[in-house]
């Protein structure tokens, strides 16, 4: 107990603020991500049906495959900016953030490359998507894998607006967008 008393007084008060602020939006990132997926299904099962349900579910596993591959650069490079920006080294954070920028684009590019492999070369006669035509069913997997690209893309900027230790910028960010996508989903899919 006396370490932990011994730790708060070490804490100025913009520090205290901070750590507050990054903690509360953990907790309604939390909290939201729960709601959001126990209403999601259910919303779209109604709106859907429990075939349709079904399709869309798969077919947003699919670009999930490649998740296994996302290596987040960026919160390396998070990690190491945060230590320059302490030392108020702004040349090594834009060489750091550049060098971000530069193979996350690679990657993407990469995973663009196995993602148009996948939708032109497999051949989607799965008995789940026989309802779909076939130029619907590539338009959806391009909007699919576009989507899981960009969010990669998205940790580029979580990073430039993180590294300082500002995580609920990018908290309630991340809460909204995941609130977007999901309404979406619902209403144009």
Same mark, same amino acid.
């Given at each position: 107990?006396?370490? =932990?008393?011994?730790?708060?007084?070490?804490?100025?008060?913009? #520090?205290?603020?901070? @750590?507050?602020?990054?903690? +509360?939006?953990?907790?309604?990132?939390?909290?939201?991500?729960?709601?959001? #997926?126990?209403?999601?299904?259910?919303? $779209?099962? $109604?709106?859907?049906?429990?075939? %349709?349900?079904?399709?869309?579910?798969?077919?947003?596993?699919?670009?999930? !495959? =490649?998740?296994? /591959?996302?290596?987040?650069?960026?919160?390396?490079?998070?990690?190491?900016?945060?230590?320059?920006?302490? #030392?108020?080294?702004? %040349?090594?954070?834009?060489?750091? *953030?550049?060098?971000?920028?530069?193979?996350?684009?690679?990657? @993407?590019?990469?995973?663009? &490359? !196995?993602?148009?492999? @996948?939708?032109?070369?497999?051949?989607?006669? +799965? %008995?789940?998507?026989?309802?779909?035509?076939?130029?619907?069913?590539?338009?959806?997997?391009?909007?699919? *894998?576009?989507?899981?690209?960009?969010? +990669? *893309?998205?940790?580029?900027?979580?990073?430039?607006?993180?590294?300082?230790?500002? /995580?609920?910028?990018?908290?309630?960010?991340?809460?909204?967008?995941?609130?977007?996508?999901?309404?979406? &989903?619902? +209403?144009?899919?």
């Amino acid at each position: 107990m006396s370490k =932990l008393k011994s730790l708060s007084l070490n804490l100025n008060k913009a #520090q205290t603020t901070r @750590i507050s602020r990054n903690f +509360i939006s953990q907790v309604t990132l939390n909290l939201s991500l729960t709601v959001f #997926q126990l209403l999601f299904p259910p919303l $779209m099962i $109604m709106v859907y049906g429990l075939e %349709n349900f079904g399709i869309w579910i798969f077919l947003t596993a699919v670009p999930s !495959i =490649l998740a296994v /591959l996302n290596f987040d650069l960026n919160a390396a490079a998070k990690t190491e900016m945060s230590i320059y920006y302490n #030392q108020n080294n702004k %040349n090594k954070i834009n060489e750091v *953030f550049n060098n971000s920028i530069l193979l996350t684009l690679i990657f @993407i590019t990469f995973l663009a &490359i !196995i993602g148009s492999l @996948i939708i032109n070369s497999y051949d989607f006669k +799965i %008995n789940i998507l026989r309802s779909i035509n076939a130029n619907e069913l590539k338009i959806i997997l391009i909007c699919v *894998f576009s989507t899981f690209y960009l969010n +990669i *893309f998205n940790s580029i900027f979580k990073t430039g607006i993180t590294y300082w230790g500002r /995580l609920d910028i990018s908290t309630y960010l991340e809460t909204f967008f995941d609130f977007c996508s999901k309404v979406l &989903i619902i +209403i144009l899919g």
